[in-house]
């Protein structure tokens, strides 16, 4: 990865709390693992609900945020957005680029750690 190994703990869990639409104080127990072979980041933590306390897994490579079974659309633009404003025009031409072919193979397996 080119990019997404740049960003710093907190930018990690900024962008985790934005997926869960919440905001990062909300967010218990936030890990981030980072795959052998540099392939893609693991995002977890719990984060409270008014009436619950839950958990998620989410998985960000250079330019797309999923979880273990698909692409998160939304989720992927507003990180694109952040990518682009940290890392400027060379990040927006290689996004460009990228061909329509993730560098994860989705169901991913957990890191079991």
């Known amino acids: 990865m080119k990019?997404?190994?740049k960003l710093t703990d907190v930018e990690l869990k900024y962008l985790y709390a934005r997926r869960l639409k919440t905001v990062p104080n909300r967010i218990d127990n936030f890990q981030f693992y980072q795959s052998s072979g540099d392939r893609w980041i693991e995002l977890s933590g719990d984060y409270r609900t008014s009436d619950f306390l839950l958990?998620?897994?989410?998985?960000?490579?250079?330019?797309?945020?999923?979880?273990?079974?698909?692409?998160?659309?939304e989720a992927t633009r507003m990180y694109r957005q952040f990518m682009l404003n940290k890392f400027g025009r060379?990040?927006?031409?290689?996004?460009?680029?990228?061909?329509?072919?993730?560098?994860?193979?989705?169901r991913l397996k957990r890191s079991g750690r």
């Open 55 to 73: 958990q998620d897994v989410i998985y960000i490579d250079d330019y797309t945020v999923y979880d273990e079974f698909r692409i998160y659309i």
């Open 3 to 5: 990019y997404a190994n």
């Open 90 to 106: 060379q990040y927006q031409d290689d996004c460009f680029w990228y061909v329509d072919q993730p560098g994860v193979t989705l």
